[in-house]
């Protein structure tokens, strides 16, 4: 079984005895940024899911979409099988194995997995602005970045390893310019 922490297994707990496993609300003791930190790292690792939530129906909303819509989080099967518990197939008749017959499964062309998602940032954002001075031909030091984003150094290099490096998985390099410091680059995309 994978590993949770407990917060995560009192949310994906609470979402499987809830019709159509809708994960909320969480639990009281989560508000905040705590609550944004750890529905994030369940969406990354595909234990919960974002959906449109239905109004009508009085679905409970994580967060507004901005168009007057609303997103709700539900349970993902692999959010429930990492508290053990197993979807059978609605469209396989009870007792009926959903697996397809030797004839038919060399029939089938296996494909890959799709990829995660990758994230991007929203254009117009000091983090945009920050990768694409990194992208630049001639990359930028801490003090322009700061100088473009209003940010002191401290942040500048937390949204280097904090965002661009982990969250989004850019690889940068860093190399010391003769007259111009410390120069930090990223590949162009």
Do not use: C
């Not at 639990?27 to 790292?41: F, I, M, Q, T, Y």
């Not at 998602?117 to 000091?126: D, F, I, L, M, S």
């Not at 602005?129 to 002191?152: D, F, N, S, V, Y």
């Amino acid at each position: 079984m994978t590993k949770l922490s407990d917060t995560q297994a009192l949310i994906l707990s609470a979402a499987a005895q809830r019709p159509e496993h809708i994960a909320l609300p969480l639990p009281e003791s989560l508000r905040g940024g705590a609550a944004a930190k750890v529905v994030g790292a369940m969406l990354v690792k595909g234990f919960l899911q974002e959906v449109d939530a239905d109004m009508r129906k009085g679905e409970p909303v994580w967060r507004e979409t901005g168009d007057g819509h609303g997103v709700t989080l539900i349970a993902t099967d692999a959010g429930l099988a990492a508290i053990g518990i197993e979807i059978e197939n609605p469209n396989v008749p009870a007792g009926a194995t959903d697996a397809p017959s030797a004839e038919a499964s060399q029939d089938i062309p296996t494909e890959p997995a799709a990829a995660p998602k990758a994230r991007t940032p929203r254009e117009g954002t000091k983090q945009a602005t920050l990768i694409a001075m990194l992208r630049a031909p001639g990359g930028a030091t801490i003090a322009e970045i700061m100088a473009a984003t209003g940010w002191q150094s401290h942040t500048v290099r937390g949204a280097m390893a904090g965002a661009l490096k982990k969250r989004l998985g850019l690889e940068m390099t860093s190399e010391k310019v003769e007259d111009r410091g410390r120069v930090y680059k990223l590949p162009a995309a």
